[in-house]
């Protein structure tokens, strides 16, 4: 899991990955658990305004 390891970016300086190949890797071997997504949502959807709808997104996305 990403959060296991060091920030992604430190990981693709030491290995000299470019940014787009640092994406292209995160995406290919990086694996979140169900917390990390929903509590990254809660982030975000507390930096953004309220909304009736806003825990149903969270839902949805992490079915």
Do not use: C, N, Q
Request: net charge positive; proline share 5%.
């Amino acid at each position: 899991m990403l959060d296991a390891i060091p920030p992604i970016a430190k990981v693709a300086k030491i290995v000299g990955w470019s940014p787009s190949a640092m994406v292209k890797m995160a995406a290919r071997y990086g694996h979140f658990s169900t917390d990390e997504l929903r509590g990254a949502m809660e982030t975000i959807s507390r930096s953004r305004a309220g909304g009736e709808y806003r825990g149903r997104w969270i839902d949805w996305l992490l079915r």
